[in-house]
């Protein structure tokens, strides 16, 4: 549902899930994320930080919350939570380098960084690594050229992960391209509700 673009359904089907299951973390995280992304951002936020209080050590919360605080234009809460994230990890961001909007666009940038270099080293290990996972990163590095050459290999491996294109914030660099587009329509869903 929510890869079709029906985000109310899928967030309708999630709260029923989270009812059959209320003790979830990973229900109670599926059912935030899809707040955030009906824009539903206040629910969002309370949801993350129910679920940060309840299971503190759990750190996909964190991030989370860190988008729904970046959707509301509250950068620097944002960078916190991202901070408290990786802290859980052992992954320290540097003490107050990061701030605003800018800030939180360097913490994404650097990430996307990172991503791509845990794939260009999977690949040195002769690991299978996702045509789809190279065009995601190298789209969030906003690099279109490498992005569509992946994004085609991922179409001919007819990846998983591809019912996801329309919806997934990855892609939102490419969202108002053309090409993009051209890659959603040859997933032939039925129109958004």
Partial sequence: ?????????????????????PLSAALALREADLLAKTHRLREAVSLYEEVIREMPGDDRAYYGLAEAFRLQG???????????????IGDELPSGSYRGAEGYARIEREAALGQLEWLRMRALTESYVSPLDWASVYA????????????????????????????????????????????IDRLRFPAAA
């Avoid at 950068?75 to 859980?88: H, K, M, P, Q, T």
Wanted: aromatic share 12%; charged share 35%; no cysteine.
């Fill in 140 to 183: 969030r590095l906003d690099q279109r050229e490498l992005a569509y050459e992946h994004l085609e290999r991922a179409f001919a491996h007819r990846s998983a992960g591809l019912v996801f294109l329309r919806v997934e914030p990855s892609w939102e660099k490419l969202r108002g391209d053309l090409r993009f587009t051209r890659y």
């Fill in 74 to 88: 509250r950068f620097d809460e944002g960078i916190e939570a991202v901070r408290n994230g990786r802290a859980l």
């Fill in 1 to 21: 549902m929510w890869g079709m673009g029906r985000l109310d359904s899928a967030l309708d089907f999630a709260r029923a899930a989270r009812r059959a299951d």
